[in-house]
Each structure stands twice: as structure tokens, then as C-alpha cells.
């Protein structure tokens, strides 16, 4: 009989929902049904029975095509890799768990490499501008059970984040807010008309490139200080009426996304946007929130923080001091200015997202990736090896984009023989111990 | 990472000879006495094999506790990664170590420990768990190397015991608390700003212990005395841990003796040999007369008047070392304030059901006349304390000051 296993967390965005449920076949190597989950969660949980599944660890031939190794062939590679090479870049770790990552860092310090996460080239510019002027937040639940003002600011969880509307932002009925949607009010901001502008109240269409403008535009009103007559391709009494039901709310917060961190602009429009809450907190409550994308880089995050003090781009190449600064110890600048030696993959897949001038660069080095699947970045690596599904196929902690630690669940086993990350790691690890002990490759 | 270090330590003999021994708990007051320890405990004699520890200069006495400090858990690495310029003073790997240390006032679990270990500490409470971050907090304890840390679960602005004690239920309170003790792995009842940190979710406070709490009908004095109460009936080791209304502002004092005024009455009862119902944390911060910056003075004889009295109730003092800190508590409306005050970067961080943090770096200039007051007041707290077993010295690392910073160079104390 097919069972039914509930709680499940998902594993795909930084929503985390934890309420999946999969029936999984007799023999527990199938997951035959996913309920709750949106499409996109819901095909995350499929890639399990994917034909054609990678079970084994591939090396590149010279003839450029991949041949079948043993797990402890390619932890020797890797093992031998790292410890040539002075500077590694280590990447990725955003859909593993945080114990994986906690043995990563510690190759590492021992390799001297550059453990660096997907907030690099995605909400970097936020962790920036809070390391400049803080920021004012809650978890999702506060925002389920008592904010009644709403605000999407160049993000659009209609496609990005699916049920982020439905579990926490628009619709549930809290405990202070009992009338669900019909007691917030939902304001989208956007250069473009988003499937999320359609549920808000107020849809504002500023001028691309016109962030700043119109979040300083806000402080400005805030503040009762005179606008012009137009900022950013919103009219001032539009800016004045909005500014003024913010303050009329009891609990208001701002959800931003890509559309504030990688426009003109950046950080300091993440910074602005702060301040404008800050600002709004003397009036009511208000606080402001990323909209982590992908999965467990809110964890990565916290890792690196509680053990070198930064949350991305963590340079341990000296070996005895972690070092820390943007467009120098990135992944994306090391690689466009070919400073690294090797490229260690794990968990993330940068060929499908670094610029194409780094990705150009890093096919040059010797590269290991460490992930379940075939991806662009497993194509233009020497090794790679293939591993358990965290969240679906071995368990482990992972946190949401409110830094909510979750322990995730497995729901199947991994095709026979498969190593987890964590355990693939730990094989690096000791094999990197007996290389040094002897006095390295 | 410490996984290997007891069962080395099982394994050998040691004997620390010709230090100065403090044993309280036996009177041993300074002799200069050899110690020997076999398989980790302390024996009458070591064989011929045991190692030699010379301790000559030295004091030899039981590691030190560290009672109430932030060293794990959501804010505490918010103020960690929030702030890269704290890695920037002192960030290095020493020899003999095998993890990288940074930062200097809110140091990385490694240093944390590493530090702790040096100046003889063996043990660091964290004092406030939020239950729905606690395994975030015991991810850190877990990568904590050397000391052994706990965690005090925060209950005084929780919608389920509001609602119990509102009511009356001492008996339900306990078995909330003891199921989220059970689910946490929190070792003691911990209270921040009763009610006021409920009240910070609609961006209110509660300064006073009469002042009502927001929506739920009940006063921060109810949430206190209910607390001891429900901590009495299950019988736990430690008593109510409390962080009080008010925190910080001139006038305070105050407050203060009202909320101890609470535990008047109320007896320990519990199997381990515990008289204390209240804990009252970081009390130099409740001790100001005055009514603003300008008029401030001490209220340290006041309180500790009071303190001294009461047989029931035991103090932490919470000294102010003048340095730069990173301020963290589950005082959120307080880091408002504070932010406020210096206007540097503010985090803040609401969570459902319970507590709400926040984080502010401050430097307590010495120069500063308020800041110097402070630091005296500290002392006056512990000198004024007639029985020094109810009064422990605490610098609440890193809310205002870092204890890690704090003359690492004078070796084991």
C-alpha cells in the first residue's frame, strides 16, 4: 500500500512550506502524488523519479565526454584539487543543509578557499545595505497575524514565490487579523503590471530606473516635507494619499525583491527603503523583509555569520583570518578577474546564472561539482558527483527567508548506493586531513 | 569538534601543583595545595604517571559561570553578520587553535569559546531563547567549541501563558512551559520586559509593572508573579529569570522595587536545596534615580537596600565596561530607544507568539558623564551586596559591554 507522509517542508524557494504531503510507493523509492505544493515545489519533488537519474559520480575524459567512478575516485580528485590549488572558490550551498555547510567551511579554512553563496548575485545588495544601516523585521508570522498595510516592492511572488501570498502576505486570517484579505490593504510597486499587481488595492507604475526617487519621494512625505509635482512617473498626490493609509495602518511591511536589489541604484535602494521604514516607525509599526529566493541561502547566511562573522563572500585564502568585501572576495568578480585556481560547485548552479564572461573563465580550472542533477554548470566541470536530494531524500536544517530554522524531512530513499553532501563532505574532509598530514599533493 | 577532547581526558592523570585553591563550598580560601584529577574527576592522589601542571602564581578554582550572556541564537548573529566591522579589530587565527577567531564585540562561536576558555570560564547561559529560533541556538551551542552553553526559553510576552495566567491557570502555565522547555531544550523560565515586548509589536511598551498590556487585559505585574508561580509548581532548578520594565531610563529604581516587591510572600519549592523565587538580571540597569539625563543619579542603595532584605530574591549586576559593544536584547522597544539616542544601524527582529529583539552598537565613552555614571553604578550594586551568594557578576555580553574583551591578557582568574 502507498503511504501518505505529511509535514513535509518543501525545498525549493526561501517560503519554505511545511505543510506538503507526498504519498510515497511500497517500497519507499517513489513519490507518486505531491499535494499543496505549487507547480514549481511540486516538480522540485518529481525530479526524484526523473529518468535517466545520475546515481554515480562522472569524470571528464580527455575526449570531453564523462565516464562512471567510484565515490572514492572522485573524492580523491576533489580532495587532491583543493589542496593544490591556493585559492578555491567554494559556491553554491544555498540547496543543502546547514550541517553540509558547517563541514564545507572547515575544507575551507584547511584549503584556504573563498565560500561564497547565491545572495552573490542575488540579494547581496540587501545583506549590504543592512550592514550599513540595519533593518527593522519580523518573522512571516507576524506578518500573517497582525499587518493589515502590505507593500510588494519590485518583487512579484505571484510566479516567484507562490504560496508567499496565501500562507503569510494577502489572504490568511490571523490572530489579529481576522478578515484575511479584506482587512489589508495590498499595495504593488512595479515597473510592470505583475500577476501580483492584479490582487493589490494599489498598483504605483514607477519609471524604470526610478526606485530611489520614489522610496526617498515617500520618506520625503513622511515626513510632511513639499514634493515636486511628479517623481519617478507617479504623481505627488498619488505619493501623499498612499504615504498617509501607510501611516493609518496598525502593523504595515514592505516585501522587496530583484526589482530594488539589481536595479540602478542597488544597496542604495535597499538602504532607502529601510529608512523609510525606520522613518514610518514613528507613526506605527512597520518593518521590511527580503524575499529570499532560493531555498537555504537565508542558511548559508547564518552559518558563515556565526562562524566568520559575515553572511556571503568569505574569503579564508589567508587561512588564518576570514576577510569579507564586495567586488573583491565575490564570486563572480574572482572569476571575471581569474583569481581563483579552482571552482567547487555545490548545491547551486552558477552556469545558469553567473554572467557568461565568469562561467567563460571558470571552464578554464579544474571544477568538481557537487549536485542530484545534471545542470549547466555539471557541463563544463571534470568531476561530477551526484548526491541525495536534501528535503526530499535525506533530511537536514534549512532556513526561511525570515531566518526561521526548519529541520527538513526525508521523504524517499535515494537511489541505492548515493551519497548525501553531508557525507560526500565528510569523505573530502578526511581526505583532505590525510594530504596535508603528508605533506599535500 | 570538542567530541574528542573528554575521552582524551578520561584517559590521563593531572595534578596542578603549587597554586592558590579557592573552594567556597569547603572554606579552602587561597592555601597553597596540589589537586590531582583522574579519569576528569578531582582525587586524593595521582599516580607517578599523571601529568604536572605547575600553577605556581596562579589561582586554581572551579571554572567559572557565566550566568546570563548572549552567545547564540538569532540576534546574537545578526549582530555578528550586521556588523563587518566588528572583524575588522581583532579577527586572527592564535597558534595552537584550530578554527579561525573574529570579532571583537560580538565574537564568532569559535572565538566565543576559545575566549570563555581562556579567562577560566567553563559555562555560558544564553538568556534569551526565542522558542521558535531554538534550533538556531543550539546550532550555534553545537559548533561552540570548549565551554558548555544553555539556553533560557523567553516566556514573559507569550500569547498562550498571557492567556493562562490572565485567567488564572497556574497549572496549565506550567505545563506550557514545561512542553516548551521539552521542545526547546531551555533549561530555566526566562522573562524580558513583560508585556512590553508584546506591546512593541503595535510599536508600544509597557514602562511601568501596572501599565496594561495591548488587546490581551493583563499587566506586567500579573505576567511576573504568575511566572514565579508557575516556576514554583513544576519545581524547577533555577528560579524566574527576569529581565525588568524600564530598562535603562532614569527613574527606574522605581520599577525595580516594585517588581521584587512581587516575589514577597512567595517560598521556593523545589528538590534542590534552592531558597531564591526571582532572579533579577543586569540590575545596574534598573537603578537610576533622576528624571532624565541631566538629574541622573544612582539608585543602587535603594535597590540593593531592598535586595539585601529579601532573603528570596537573588541579583546579577550587569557592569557597563566603557568600550564599543554591540547591544542586543529581547527588549525590543528598549533598542529602539536606544537607536534613538546614537542613531546608529538598528535591527529589529518581531517574532510571532513571543519576544522580539533588537540591536544597536554602542560606544560607552568614558568621557561621557552618564556612561561613567553607569560604570559606577555597577559597582555600587555588587559593593552594597551584604550577601554575596545572591549577587553574581555579570556584564550581559555584549548588551553593554563585552565580557570577551575584558583584559583577556591576565590569564585564568
Redesign the interface.
Known amino acids: 500500500m502507498p503511504k501518505v507522509v505529511t509535514d513535509i517542508i518543501c525545498p525549493f524557494c526561501g517560503t519554505l512550506c511545511d505543510d506538503i504531503e507526498c504519498t510515497v510507493s511500497d517500497d519507499n523509492k517513489t513519490i507518486l502524488q505531491v499535494r499543496n505544493a505549487c507547480a514549481i515545489g511540486a516538480e522540485k519533488f518529481n525530479h526524484q523519479k526523473l529518468p535517466g537519474r545520475v546515481t554515480r559520480p562522472r569524470m571528464r575524459q580527455p575526449d570531453g565526454s564523462f565516464k562512471e567512478v567510484s565515490y572514492d575516485d572522485a573524492i580523491d580528485w576533489t580532495a587532491k584539487m583543493l589542496v593544490k590549488s591556493r585559492k578555491t572558490l567554494m559556491y553554491g550551498w544555498a540547496s543543502t543543509s546547514c550541517q553540509a555547510m558547517s563541514i564545507g567551511h572547515e575544507i575551507a579554512e584547511k584549503v584556504g578557499g573563498i565560500v561564497d553563496n547565491c545572495a552573490t548575485v542575488c540579494h547581496g545588495s540587501s545583506l549590504i545595505a543592512i550592514e550599513d544601516v540595519g533593518v527593522p523585521s519580523c518573522t512571516l508570522g507576524e506578518v500573517k497575524n497582525r499587518a493589515d498595510r502590505v507593500v510588494f516592492w519590485g518583487c512579484n511572488p505571484a510566479h516567484a514565490h507562490p504560496r508567499h501570498m496565501s500562507r503569510y502576505s494577502i489572504f490568511p486570517r490571523g490572530f489579529f487579523t481576522v478578515k484575511g484579505h479584506k482587512g489589508r490593504k495590498i499595495y504593488v510597486v512595479d515597473c510592470r503590471y505583475t500577476d501580483t499587481a492584479k490582487v493589490a488595492d494599489t498598483f504605483v507604475q514607477v519609471k524604470q530606473g526610478y526606485d530611489y526617487e520614489l522610496l526617498n519621494a515617500f520618506r520625503t512625505a513622511a515626513r510632511g516635507e513639499a514634493l515636486p509635482d511628479e517623481v519617478g512617473g507617479v504623481p505627488k498626490e498619488k505619493i501623499i494619499e498612499i504615504v498617509e493609509e501607510l501611516k493609518q495602518g496598525r502593523f504595515g511591511i514592505i516585501f522587496f525583491g530583484m526589482g530594488l536589489t539589481h536595479t540602478m541604484g542597488r544597496n542604495h535602494n535597499i538602504d532607502i527603503a529601510i529608512n523609510l521604514t525606520r522613518d514610518m516607525n514613528d507613526f506605527t509599526k512597520f518593518n521590511i523583509m527580503a524575499m529570499r529566493g532560493h531555498w537555504n541561502v537565508t542558511g548559508s547566511g547564518q552559518v558563515l555569520g556565526w562562524q566568520y562573522g559575515f553572511p556571503y563572500a568569505v574569503d579564508l585564502s589567508r587561512r588564518d583570518q576570514a576577510r569579507h568585501q564586495t567586488g573583491e572576495t565575490t564570486s563572480v568578480d574572482l572569476l571575471n578577474r581569474n583569481e581563483v585556481e579552482a571552482c567547487f560547485y555545490i548545491a547551486t548552479d552558477p552556469g545558469a546564472h553567473f554572467p557568461i564572461d565568469a562561467m567563460v573563465s571558470s571552464s578554464k580550472k579544474p571544477t568538481v561539482t557537487i549536485d542530484p542533477h545534471i545542470n549547466c554548470t555539471t557541463e563544463i566541470s571534470d568531476i561530477h558527483i551526484p548526491v541525495a536530494m536534501v528535503g526530499v531524500e535525506t533530511g537536514g536544517c534549512a532556513y526561511r527567508m525570515d531566518n526561521v530554522p526548519i529541520e527538513t524531512r526525508k521523504v524517499v530513499d535515494a537511489p541505492e548506493g548515493m551519497l548525501t553532501d553531508e557525507e560526500v563532505l565528510t569523505r573530502i574532509n578526511k581526505r583532505v586531513d590525510e594530504l596535508l598530514a603528508a605533506g599535500g599533493v | 569538534m570538542s567530541s574528542s577532547q573528554p575521552e582524551a581526558f578520561k584517559m590521563s592523570e593531572y595534578i596542578i601543583k603549587n597554586g592558590h585553591v579557592f573552594d567556597p563550598t569547603q572554606g579552602i580560601k587561597g592555601d597553597k595545595t596540589d589537586i590531582a584529577i583522574k579519569d576528569g574527576k578531582i582525587v586524593d592522589k595521582a599516580g607517578s604517571g599523571a601529568k604536572v601542571i605547575d600553577a605556581k602564581g596562579k589561582t586554581v578554582m572551579a571554572g567559572a559561570l557565566e550566568v546570563h550572556a548572549h552567545v547564540?541564537g538569532?540576534k546574537?548573529?545578526?549582530g555578528?553578520?550586521?556588523?563587518?566591522e566588528?572583524?575588522h579589530f581583532d579577527?586572527?587565527?592564535k597558534p595552537g587553535i584550530t578554527?579561525?577567531e573574529?570579532?571583537k564585540s560580538?565574537?564568532?562561536?569559535?572565538k566565543t569559546g576559545y575566549e570563555y576558555a581562556r579567562m577560566g570560564f567553563t559555562f555560558a547561559m544564553e538568556a534569551a531563547m526565542p522558542p521558535?529560533?531554538a534550533?538556531?541556538v543550539h546550532?550555534?551551542i553545537h559548533?561552540t567549541p570548549i565551554i558548555d552553553e544553555g539556553a533560557l526559553p523567553v516566556f514573559g510576552n507569550n500569547?498562550f501563558i498571557l492567556e493562562y495566567i490572565k485567567n488564572e491557570e497556574i497549572e496549565n502555565t506550567a505545563a506550557y512551559i514545561s512542553w516548551i522547555l521539552r521542545q526547546t531544550k531551555g533549561y530555566g523560565v526566562k522573562c524580558v520586559n513583560p508585556g512590553g515586548t508584546e506591546a512593541w509589536?503595535?510599536?508600544l511598551n509597557c514602562l511601568s509593572i501596572h501599565d496594561p498590556v495591548p488587546?490581551f487585559d493583563i499587566t506586567p505585574a500579573e505576567i511576573i508573579t504568575g511566572l514565579i508561580k508557575a516556576n514554583e509548581f513544576l519545581g524547577l532548578p533555577h528560579s524566574m529569570h527576569l529581565h525588568q520594565n524600564n530598562l535603562g531610563n532614569p527613574g527606574n529604581y522605581t520599577t525595580t522595587i516594585d517588581s521584587l516587591k512581587l516575589a514577597e510572600g512567595l517560598k521556593a519549592k523545589n528538590n534542590f536545596g534552592r531558597e531564591q523565587v526571582l532572579h533579577s538580571t543586569h540590575i545596574q540597569f534598573h537603578s537610576y534615580k533622576g528624571t532624565n539625563w541631566g538629574d541622573f543619579e544612582s539608585g543602587a542603595k535603594e535597590v540593593m537596600d531592598y535586595v539585601n532584605k529579601q532573603k528570596n530574591l537573588t541579583i546579577d549586576t550587569g557592569n557597563v565596561t566603557l568600550d564599543e559593544t554591540t547591544t542586543m536584547t529581547a527588549d525590543g522597544p528598549f533598542e529602539?530607544h536606544l537607536?534613538s539616542l546614537n542613531h546608529?544601524?538598528?535591527?529589529?527582529?518581531?517574532?510571532?507568539?513571543e519576544t522580539?529583539a533588537g540591536?544597536?552598537p554602542f560606544i560607552y565613552d568614558p568621557d561621557n558623564a552618564v556612561f561613567a555614571s553607569q560604570w559606577a553604578v555597577g559597582l555600587e550594586i555588587a559593593l552594597y551586596a551584604k550577601d554575596p551568594m545572591r549577587c553574581f557578576i555579570t556584564t550581559d555580553h555584549p548588551l553593554p559591554a563585552c565580557l570577551l574583551v575584558a583584559d583577556v591578557q591576565e590569564g585564568p582568574r
Open positions: 547564540a538569532p546574537v548573529n545578526a555578528r553578520w550586521y556588523r563587518p566588528d572583524k579577527s586572527h587565527k578554527r579561525i573574529g570579532g560580538i565574537p564568532t562561536v569559535f521558535l529560533y534550533r538556531h546550532e550555534e559548533d500569547w509589536a503595535w510599536g488587546y529602539h537607536h546608529l544601524k538598528w535591527f529589529n527582529v518581531d517574532v510571532e507568539l522580539a540591536i544597536v
